[in-house]
Each structure stands twice: as structure tokens, then as C-alpha cells.
């Protein structure tokens, strides 16, 4: 008898054990399998399979930071097979996900202390989930009792059915099965969204007024199809021109344009030239010509309506069409100065240098870090493309992480014009169809170099050899929701177990990397100069505290800095923005009673967004309200909008600046599908001068005409109760200044702040990093934070505030009794965000140097309590302690 282990996609839940019947044939590991889960079929994937007496489990090895306590090997376990359930049927013969993907997923499930299933999903592309869904029909008894709520004509309880029940009915009709999901939502959008829709099914089932039904619902895979029309030798002997017989002038007309295509044209492309679809079928039904189906890939990178069409399974590979499909946005090719303008061919010295001291460790087909520490402008993505050269020249591959969607236009352009169309890119800015097709085609090994976002780390290439991690400093490769995995220290990870080099760039390396580095754990590779020798740029400090003394606490732009874009706006060369906070105002603020307007639902101030009709929001739960005109509080009408964020700021930049073109990027602009690329598009080719915006436009950009950079509120993140608030804003200001200047002008910053002598803001003007980090180490190393220990934080949610901290008192009690002096645990206390999203949290923290031990005592304490286990985080290594 065979057992298998399966991942599901259920929160928290770790690998289920399932049978194998005999009629089915042994699935692979990373094979999808349809399992049932309670009531419900789902689809499952495969992680291991053995004998019912002894089951291998994966158990991979340690994390990428090297902890002596978390071994490599495997463990075996005999599970009790009384009452174990069936597989129902085998989806792939062969495995769908690679077996080191697979595993990678289940290592980061136990290190992240998360649950497989949620794991194994991370990896998976779009529509690769099957599962089942239940739908509801009326009976003929069911249509009985309506007639006679009819006839009884006052709309209350009639044969022992109440209103709810009768309302559902009301929704059904005979023949015609609608599934539960979509009853609750008529029945919520009726106002009765509390009615528990199963119950209220089972109780009518039970009364034989209706019957439930099971599908299937998903596809497994969509890929897009089409139909193609090519001439047969037929069509060719018969000719459009041959005057006579049975074919018409838009069927020689369609034979015509056929004959200039040896491949076919699509059904689409016939139809724009006025072709119907009913001519080519009456000419397929003469044989001049065959259709055929075709696979259509949904093509990120096409450009002018250009998509590729590959046939379906039963066809031959790799045909292209042209289709005359609108241009989008996020469709085009990126157009920046390192898309736009030929590459330098010529190293500098350091670049030599530093692919001198790469090549080696990449060659050798062996797990190896380097950390690639250049300044801003070193050229380090030089470094990258020509170190991915000589990897694919030697049979490998090469995986690219970026941390921002933004960033991956320009990095794609510059690979695809080195790699052609062996690139593809992973990211949540593709649509769902796009990410589906790029992933299959990195499955079927068409791809050569994958490029996206965290995660991309999954991709199921096989053959790597390369991974880079750029900007591996950067807070956005860590994700905040289950699996909270960071995207570097899983490439790390992947790395190892692929026998690949693990390249990490940065001009400011995280505090963890650069520690690793001068301990000789990474190889450090440094670019100290900036491509060409420009120099770095100059950077000035406006103490805000005297401009506010001198021209009022309203000012945003300080004189120096407006009369520095004035300056740059008549010489006609570009500038940068940046203020990381996004809306209008950041408080509404009552001068009467001293009543700040909060969220319901968190305990954060709304910000105000939008110009004419102003609205407040919550930038955690997103609850949203018009902006008050009174004061909730005392009804005084004395409210003054305080605090700037961007939308405030474009506003101000275009009062002062009438004739500039001025753009804003921040999350609200690339909410909308293509904007972001759209608007970097733009600024790249000199359409806009003034580019306003958060952290997005601080990092990974060349824009060649950028002369002047203006950082506002520069010490906006200082005042966080976070132990990494400086280092984030040091690795922010340098990042930004470092946009300034990449061209042939030289560079200027000039940096607001209220507080110009706070170390991370004096050395990011200097961008001095070893001086920030023999800073900032000493105070971590007195305080015991990362990385001089490990972290793991728990957040513990509850109904009221009281009950949260007792469940977190209860859990601290249960980790301390495990500790043995491994290490400390601190709290509980009340979190920063004590109030998130309607529920109240309480959070503790866990210290030492042996982070398996501490994940270890915080499961198994949660364990200890089953009914806390969907309303405790835990978070391990957190970039945020919030």
C-alpha cells in the first residue's frame, strides 16, 4: 500500500497524508492530484510518496545565513493509515512542478514556519489549481412551496420555511444549478450577508426543496488558442485569378493573401482585411485551404500588436504571426537610457576586475555568495549581463531578482537585446494570462534568463547557475503575508541546493549581507567609482526647522531647493522628487478639541487623497470615507488637513513650477495596469521634467538627464519604532541621490530634514557606507538586535485588546518553559499597530542565536493552543517589527 504526502493550498495546514488506490497509477513528486478536504475536492501536490510503513518527508537544508543547528538530511516517519482517505485521480503523469522547486517550497515552509500548501501556491503559476464546487438546484417540492408563498401573498414563513430560505429559493429555478459562492453574494447584496448559506442549503436539503450538486471548477492550465488558415496545393493550383467557378471575390480575395503567407494567417487577421470567417470555412470545405488550432503566447514583451503563436500539442513549434492587436502600455518595449543608447562595450578597470574574480566562482558550478558592493552608477548591471554571458555560453542558466515591478522594464530590455527571446520575466504586474504562459515556457526549458520580482525565485528553471539578487538590500524582497519568506535568503538557499553563485548587489548591502561579507562568509566584490569617473553627486542639507522659523510651518519646498528646479527647468535637464508618503495630507486634525480623524478599523490616522473630492483613507485596511467637514468629536468645523504627502506635493510642485510637465509615481498611480511603465517610458524619452514620487523612483533607475535630485521630509521614517528605521533611511537616501548625475552634467542633491546632524542622514550625504555601518553595528550589538542575534516576532490577534494580550501572556509562558537559556523572549506588549483591520494585537519577541530552537518553542506553543492557530503571525527574521 502507498501513502502519499500532498501539499494543499490551506492556510497553516502542513502535509496531508493520502492513499494511493491501486487503480490509479504512483504519482511523481510535483505532480497535481485531486484530493478530498473535508467536504470539498481540491487540488493537491505531491511531495513525496513511499510505503504505507515508512514515508520519506523532505526535511531540506539549512537557511542561507548558516546556522550550525539546522543540519541537511531527510526524516522518515510511519504514519497510522486507520481512516486515511483516497486519492481521487492523478492530473499529471509526469510532475508539473520540478522536483527542486518542490523542494525548496517545503524547506521554506518549515524555516518560515508556515504551512506547506501555502508554500507550494507561491510557486505555482495562475489557473494551476483545480477544485470542486458546489452548486444549488430546486426541487419540485421547493417550486411547490414558492406557489404557495405566492398564493399566500404576505411574503412570511409559509410550510414551516423562513424568510432567508424562502429568499434562497426565490433565486433558484428548475434545471438550472447556481453555485453556493454566488448565492451568498445575492444574498449579501440583499443585506442578509450574515446568513450562513451552507446551513441554510443543508436544512432545505434535508426538506427535499432542493438538491446540491459537485463540479469541477478551474482549468489546471489556460493557455490561449487560435484558429489559423493556410493554403493547400488546392488553393494553389485553383489561383485567385482564374476567372470562373464556384469560389467568390472575398474567398479569391482570402486565397490571395494566403498565398503570401506560407505559414497561414490567423482567423483574426482575416477578418480586420474584411474577410469573414464563413468564407474561409467554405473554402476549407473545398479544400483550398486547411485551419488548424494554434497556441497563442500572450507575450509581455510585444510590441506593435507583434504576439508569438506556438501550434497546439499536436502541431509543430515555433511559428510566428503578426495580429493587429491595440498597443498597451505595459505591452511595450521599454524605452530608458540603457534601452535607448548603446551600451559601452569598453569595462572600466573595476568592472574588469570584479568579472575577473566572478567568472571563477561561477565557472565552477558550485554554491558560492558575492557580494557586488559598487556605488550608484558603477555599473553593476554591466557586471551582471556579461557574468550571464559567459553562464549561457557554458550551458547554464541564469535566474535575476529585482525588488520593484518598476524596475523590470528596463533590466528586460537590456537582457533581451544581449539574449533575444530566451528572456522572460515573472512578475504581479503581468496579467494572469501572461505570468501562465511565461511560466510554461521556462518549464519547457525555452528560457534562458528569468527576470522578476521575489517571486521569481520559483521559477522552474532548470540548469542554474547564476542567481542576482539586485538590490538585495531592499525591504520589498521580504513578503508581509504568509509565507513570509525573503526572496534573497530563499535565492541563497536555491542556490546552494543547485550548486549555483548567488550574486548579490547593492550600493548600500543590508546589515546582514555586509557582516557576512567581512567575515569572510561572501566574497566582497567592490566598484568604487562610478562608470566613466563622474563624480558622485554633491549634496546640500536644508535644516527644515530654520525655514519653517524664517517662511512658517507650511513651507514644502525650501528657497534653495525651488530655485535649484528653476534652474534645472531653463537648462532643460530633468529632476527627482522624493517624498515616501502617498496622498494628499497624512491627518485631519480638529484645532478645537485636539481630535485627530483615526480608522475603524486600525489604529492609524486616515490620509486625505484626491483634490476636488477629497476622500479619507486607510492605507492598511483600505476603508475609505469622504473627508469630514466637522469634527466627528465635538462638531466644531475647525479641521485643517496636516502633514504632505505626494498628491499634496505634485499639487504645490505645479503652483510654483506652471510650465514644467509634472508627473507622480506612487502606488496609486501603479495600481492601474501599464501606468507605471507607461510614465517611466515617458520620462526616460524627455516628455515630463519633474518626476514626484515614493521610494519607487529611489532605486535601480538611470536616467541620464536627471541633474537634481530633492529629497522632502528626509527624516520621515526616524521617528518609527523600528529597530531598522535608520538603516532604512540611509539605504533610502543614498539609493536616491545616487539617481543624480549618471549623465554628462554633474549631479546635485539637496536633502531636507528637520534633523541634518542624525548619523544616517550626515553619512547618506557623504554615502559613506562603512561609517553607517560601524555606527549602526554598535548599536545593534549593545541592543542584541539582528544580526548580532536572530529574530522571530509574534503577533497574537484578538476580539478586544484584553484577550489578545492573555492569549500572548499564555503563549510567552509556554516558549519561555522551552527556552533552557537558548534564548530570551520578550513581552508581550501591546503592538504598534494595536489595532489592525477590526482586530487588536499583542506581540512578543523571540532572541538568540539559534533561530530553529526559537521557531520550534513559538510553533509548539500555538500548537499547545489549537484555537489560536488562524490568529497568531509568526514572523520569522522580520524586516518589520510593526
Known amino acids: 500500500m502507498l501513502l502519499a504526502r500532498i501539499a494543499v493550498p490551506v492556510p497553516a495546514l502542513d502535509l496531508l497524508t493520502y492513499l494511493v488506490p491501486d487503480s490509479l497509477e504512483t504519482p511523481p513528486v510535483g505532480a497535481r492530484v485531486l484530493v478530498p478536504l473535508g467536504s470539498r475536492q481540491v487540488t493537491g501536490l505531491v511531495v513525496s510518496v513511499g510505503e504505507a510503513t515508512r514515508v520519506e518527508v523532505a526535511r531540506p537544508e539549512a537557511p542561507s545565513a548558516g546556522e550550525d543547528d539546522e543540519t541537511p538530511g531527510s526524516g522518515l516517519r510511519t504514519p497510522d493509515s486507520v481512516g486515511l482517505r483516497e486519492i481521487i485521480d492523478v492530473i499529471d503523469d509526469e510532475p508539473f512542478l520540478p522536483a527542486h522547486v518542490v523542494e525548496l517550497a517545503v524547506w521554506l515552509a518549515e524555516y518560515y ?12 503559476p495562475p489557473f494551476a489549481w483545480i477544485e470542486s464546487e458546489q452548486a444549488v438546484e430546486i426541487t419540485e417540492q421547493g417550486v411547490a412551496v414558492l406557489k404557495d408563498a405566492e398564493a399566500d401573498g404576505r411574503g412570511v414563513p409559509v410550510s414551516g420555511v423562513g424568510e432567508p430560505r424562502l429568499r434562497l429559493l426565490r433565486m ?24 450562513p448559506v451552507h446551513s441554510l442549503v443543508r436544512s432545505l436539503e434535508r426538506a427535499k426543496q432542493v438538491r446540491t450538486t459537485t463540479s469541477l471548477r478551474g482549468r489546471g492550465a489556460a493557455f490561449k488558442t487560435a484558429k489559423v488558415a493556410a493554403i493547400t496545393l488546392a488553393g494553389l493550383e485553383r489561383g485567385a485569378s482564374k476567372p470562373g467557378g464556384p469560389v467568390g471575390r472575398r474567398q479569391a480575395e482570402a486565397l490571395e493573401m494566403l498565398r503570401g503567407s506560407a505559414e497561414g494567417l490567423p482567423l483574426s487577421t482575416l477578418r480586420d482585411r474584411g474577410v469573414a470567417a464563413d468564407a474561409v470555412r467554405r473554402l476549407a470545405d473545398k479544400g483550398y485551404v486547411s485551419i488548424r488550432t494554434v497556441r497563442v503566447e500572450r507575450d509581455p514583451f510585444a510590441a506593435s500588436g507583434s504576439a508569438l503563436f506556438t501550434p497546439a500539442p499536436d502541431q509543430p513549434v515555433g511559428q510566428t504571426f503578426t495580429v493587429a492587436e491595440p498597443d498597451q502600455a505595459v505591452g511595450r518595449t521599454f524605452r530608458s537610457a540603457e534601452a535607448s543608447e548603446a551600451r559601452p562595450r569598453d569595462l572600466t578597470g573595476e568592472q574588469a576586475a570584479a568579472l575577473d574574480r566572478l567568472r571563477p566562482l561561477a565557472s565552477k558550478r558550485e554554491f558560492g555568495v558575492a557580494l557586488l558592493h559598487g556605488v ?37 530590455a537590456l537582457f533581451r537585446s544581449a539574449f533575444g527571446d530566451r528572456v ?119 535644516n527644515m526647522r530654520e525655514e519653517y522659523a524664517a517662511l512658517g510651518p507650511g513651507v514644502i519646498f525650501s528657497d534653495a531647493l525651488r530655485a535649484a528646479i528653476a534652474e534645472r527647468l531653463t537648462r532643460q535637464e530633468q529632476v527627482l522628487v522624493l517624498l515616501n508618503r502617498r496622498g494628499f495630507a497624512t491627518a485631519v486634525f480638529c484645532r478645537q478639541c485636539g481630535n485627530t480623524i ?70 496609486d498611480v501603479a495600481s492601474r495596469r501599464g501606468a507605471m511603465a507607461s510614465l517611466l517610458w515617458r520620462f526616460g524619452g524627455g516628455e515630463i521634467d519633474i518626476l514626484i514620487g515614493t521610494q519607487m523612483i529611489a532605486k535601480g533607475h538611470d536616467f541620464p538627464r ?74 545593534r550589538r549593545s541592543m542584541r538586535y539582528p544580526p548580532h542575534v536572530s529574530l522571530v516576532n ?55 542565536t539559534r533561530r530553529a530552537a526559537m521557531r520550534q518553542a513559538v510553533q509548539a506553543a500555538v500548537a499547545a493552543r489549537p484555537d489560536l492557530r488562524r490568529r497568531v503571525t509568526i514572523d520569522v527574521d522580520p524586516l518589520s517589527v510593526l
Open 113 to 124: 514556519a508556515c504551512g506547506a500548501g501555502e508554500a507550494i501556491a507561491a510557486a505555482m
Open 172 to 195: 433558484l429555478a428548475p434545471g438550472r444549478p447556481v453555485p453556493i459562492r454566488l448565492l451568498r453574494q445575492r444574498l449579501s447584496r440583499l443585506g442578509m450577508g450574515a446568513v
Open 376 to 412: 550608484t552608477g558603477s555599473g553593476k548591471t554591466e557586471v551582471y549581463l556579461r557574468l550571464s554571458s559567459d553562464v549561457l555560453a557554458s550551458g547554464g542558466r541564469v535566474l535575476v531578482l529585482v525588488p520593484e515591478i518598476a524596475l523590470t522594464p528596463a533590466l528586460a
Open 424 to 542: 522572460a520575466v515573472q512578475h504581479s504586474g503581468l496579467s494572469d494570462g501572461e505570468r501562465h504562459d511565461q511560466w510554461h515556457r521556462i518549464r519547457r526549458g525555452e528560457i534562458d534568463v528569468v527576470i522578476g520580482t521575489r517571486s521569481a525565485v520559483f521559477a522552474p528553471l532548470p540548469d542554474l547557475a547564476l542567481v542576482v539578487v539586485d538590490e538585495e538590500h531592499d525591504a520589498s524582497y521580504k513578503q508581509e503575508e504568509s509565507p513570509r519568506y525573503h526572496g534573497r535568503d530563499v535565492a541563497i538557499v536555491r542556490a546552494r541546493r543547485e550548486g549555483a553563485l548567488a550574486v548579490l548587489g547593492s550600493a548600500t548591502p543590508s546589515m546582514e549581507t555586509y557582516q557576512h561579507a567581512l567575515g569572510d562568509r561572501y566574497q566582497r566584490v567592490v566598484l568604487a567609482r562610478r562608470v566613466l569617473d563622474r563624480p558622485l553627486a554633491s549634496v546640500r542639507i536644508v
Open 598 to 667: 483615526e480608522c475603524p478599523n486600525c489604529s492609524v490616522s486616515l490620509t486625505v487623497h484626491g483634490r476636488e473630492r477629497r476622500r479619507a483613507r486607510c492605507h492598511y485596511c483600505n476603508y475609505s470615507t469622504l473627508a469630514p467637514k466637522m469634527c466627528p468629536t465635538c462638531a466644531a468645523p475647525y479641521l485643517e488637513h496636516v502633514g504632505v504627502g505626494t498628491q499634496r506635493l505634485e499639487e504645490e510642485a505645479t503652483r510654483l513650477f506652471p510650465g514644467a510637465r509634472i508627473a507622480r509615481l506612487d502606488r
Open 706 to 779: 536627471v541633474t537634481l535630485v530633492g529629497v522632502i521630509s528626509a527624516d520621515v521614517g526616524l521617528g518609527l519604532p523600528d529597530f531598522r528605521a535608520s538603516e532604512r533611511t540611509f539605504q533610502l537616501l543614498t539609493q536616491v541621490v545616487g539617481r543624480a548625475g549618471r549623465g554628462e552634467q554633474p549631479g546635485e542633491a539637496i536633502i531636507q530634514t528637520l534633523y541634518p546632524d542624525h548619523y544616517s542622514v550626515r553619512l547618506a550625504c557623504r554615502q559613506d557606507y562603512e561609517a553607517f555601518f560601524a555606527e549602526e553595528i554598535g548599536f
Open 794 to 848: 509574534a503577533v497574537v490577534r484578538g476580539a478586544t485588546f484584553q484577550s489578545a494580550m492573555e492569549d500572548a501572556a499564555d503563549l510567552v509562558r509556554r516558549v519561555r518553559s522551552a527556552a533552557g537559556g537558548d534564548f530570551r523572549v520578550l513581552g508581550p506588549a501591546p503592538a504598534a499597530l494595536v489595532k489592525l483591520r477590526g482586530e487588536h494585537r499583542a506581540q512578543f519577541f523571540v532572541k538568540g
